[in-house]
């Protein structure tokens, strides 16, 4: 057994102190990971595994370097903060690293409010089990499914940080999923599509026979695809891909590429991005979401902020390092690993919900391409120049007609996402909730 997390981060504070450190902030991480898997009627794979990490930065003047470890012996504590501060004597300076100042951490929260943990006891392999294999009958129940790969998953991860500048907080979460591949046709003619669903509470898990139906019903949709023709049209991004596309906005409004001067909004500060009527907000204090978290990894508190509003870009995503360097205050937007310094990134994230469902905005289209996968991309960071492979199904006359593949979408963000027109369909549950988004002055390049 370890020893408590909170113990963790104080000894290693202390072993930074001695050291030499002039401040430091550390972060002791404690997992359990269990996952069943499912292949043509075996089981392929059972795997658990428990571990402790333990990171600590240390901070001598300007100076910082990063530590890390597995063992959380004293003595490995020990050796490990005079390696850090060793490693900060010969590090470059950095006149924008350093602590927050104690009157800007969290002083309280309420970790109960975001029910991030199941209270619910872990659940046996043999739960898992029953998951996956009910995921998977369900799928091959389904005429024409030739195989199936199901998958059924538990993991609860704790976190405490704690800083010589007075803070000390820590929280957990926990996860439970389940997930199938349905594979349809053989050789060339091989088609395949998956489902999947993932909560906090167990009881919240829908049935895992939907699943594996659903991941069928995909599969079976898609023989006979090919590839459509090559030019401009107007593309729809089902739900499972949307985020995506918002995922790009949130990259290049990233503190850091904006300080580097690397994003292609790095000038749109106060101008309109999105149309007129959405917005883009970030709630890391939304309960039982994935992302949600009652302070960042700077130890300050978080809060729900607009990062689009009306269409309008409101501001950048920081932390401490880059609203310095920007000379702006932090979003309390850090985040970070045992290993590294933090950075910004960001939380739950809402884009405003339309009106209209994905079948209307199908009809609407008229002729065009609805994407359900996206296979590689090349993205210009500071551009926005934008290709990505595809596949989903050729629309015509407002109604689907037949599946494609091998296709590349070709296009520019900033005018991207200023046409999008979003559909009614987010899921709720997820952290990044974001629907169908039908988009204007896109290429296609196919047959």
């Avoid at 113990?7 to 030499?20: F, I, K, S, V």
């Avoid at 594996?212 to 995909?218: E, K, V």
């Avoid at 918002?246 to 690397?262: D, E, F, K, M, T």
Wanted: hydrophobic content about 45%; charged content about 20%; overall charge negative.
């Amino acid at each position: 057994m370890h020893a408590p997390l909170d113990t963790l981060t104080e000894a290693l504070l202390t072993a930074a102190r001695r050291a030499g450190a002039d401040a430091a902030d550390a972060m002791a991480v404690a997992g359990t990971a269990l996952s069943i898997d499912i292949r043509q009627g075996r089981l392929e794979q059972a795997e658990r595994s428990e571990g402790v990490e333990i990171g600590l930065r240390v901070l001598l003047g300007r100076r910082q370097a990063c530590v890390s470890a597995s063992d959380t012996a004293a003595a490995t504590i020990a050796a490990l903060a005079e390696r850090a501060v060793a490693m900060a004597r010969e590090a470059p300076e950095d006149p924008f690293a350093g602590l927050a100042d104690p009157g800007q951490i969290a002083r309280s929260w309420n970790v109960e409010a975001l029910e991030l943990v199941d209270p619910a006891a872990e659940p046996e392999a043999a739960m898992l089990e029953s998951d996956a294999r009910a995921a998977e009958a369900a799928a091959l129940a389904r005429s024409g499914i030739t195989q199936v790969e199901a998958s059924a998953s538990y993991s609860r991860r704790a976190v405490h940080i704690a800083a010589t500048n007075g803070f000390a907080g820590g929280y957990a979460r926990s996860s439970r999923s389940v997930s199938a591949v349905a594979f349809t046709g053989e050789g060339t003619a091989m088609e395949r599509d998956w489902a999947g669903e993932q909560r906090i509470f167990q009881a919240d898990l829908p049935d895992p026979a939907t699943v594996g139906a659903l991941a069928a019903d995909r599969a079976l949709a898609r023989p006979g695809a090919r590839k459509p023709r090559t030019g401009p049209c107007p593309v729809l991004y089902d739900e499972r891909v949307a985020a995506g596309l918002i995922g790009h906005l949130l990259s290049a409004v990233n503190g850091q590429a904006v300080a580097r001067g690397a994003s292609w909004l790095r000038d749109a500060l106060g101008q309109q991005v999105l149309p007129r009527g959405l917005s883009v907000i970030e709630d890391p204090l939304r309960p039982r979401a994935a992302q949600s978290r009652p302070f960042d990894a700077e130890g300050l508190a978080t809060a729900r902020r607009l990062v689009i509003d009306d269409g309008i870009l409101t501001g950048w995503t920081l932390d401490l390092a880059t609203a310095r360097k920007l000379g702006l205050a932090s979003t309390a937007n850090a985040s970070r690993g045992t290993s590294a310094p933090p950075s910004p990134g960001t939380s739950n994230i809402d884009l405003t919900q339309g009106t209209a469902s994905r079948d209307d905005l199908i009809r609407d289209m008229g002729t065009g391409l609805l994407v359900t996968a996206l296979l590689g991309s090349s993205i210009n960071a500071t551009t926005g120049d934008y290709s990505r492979g595809a596949s989903g199904f050729w629309v015509e006359n407002g109604q689907i007609a037949y599946p494609v593949n091998e296709v590349t979408i070709a296009g520019n963000l900033r005018q991207m996402l200023r046409t999008i027109v979003p559909a009614d369909d987010a899921r709720p549950h997820l952290s990044t909730r974001v629907p169908s988004l039908l988009v204007e002055g896109l290429t296609l390049a196919g047959a």
